[in-house]
């Protein structure tokens, strides 16, 4: 069973930067197709960066430039750095993965993603 469970989320000031941590279960990080997404209050959830297997990534526009996804396969991480927080960045931020590794960085729904974390809460607040 496949297990995903997020770390690292916080409050931040403005301008802050913030490391987010996603422990997945053997396998899962080297082999499939992962990603991080975010749910701010009152909206759905968006998916902000995808990594393939082969660690190829791509981002939301509404990020990119500000933050990096990576992964280490050895410790089975998924790990997102976002930088210059802005209080627009306050939401739930979750890792999510999916067995198929075809279109992998064209995943952009959350409906394509079969596992899930609980999530992690960043709040950026003056």
């Known amino acids: 069973q496949v297990q995903l469970v997020e770390s690292g989320g916080g409050s931040v000031l403005p301008g802050g930067s913030l490391r987010l941590s996603c422990a997945a279960s053997?396998?899962?990080?080297?082999?499939?197709?992962m990603a991080w997404f975010r749910q701010a209050p009152g909206k759905g959830r968006a998916s902000i960066a995808i990594i393939n297997a082969d660690g190829e990534t791509r981002y939301a526009p509404s990020v990119k430039g500000r933050v990096t996804i990576s992964k280490d396969n050895t410790k089975n991480s998924l790990v997102l750095q976002i930088a210059s927080l802005k209080p627009e960045d306050t939401a739930m931020y979750y890792c999510?993965?999916?067995?198929?590794?075809?279109?992998?960085?064209?995943?952009?729904?959350?409906?394509?993603?079969?596992?899930w974390g609980q999530g992690t809460q960043v709040t950026v607040a003056s």
């Open positions: 999510a993965a999916i067995s198929y590794t075809t279109r992998c960085l064209s995943r952009t729904g959350d409906s394509e993603y079969a596992y």
């Open positions: 053997e396998y899962v990080v080297s082999r499939y197709c």
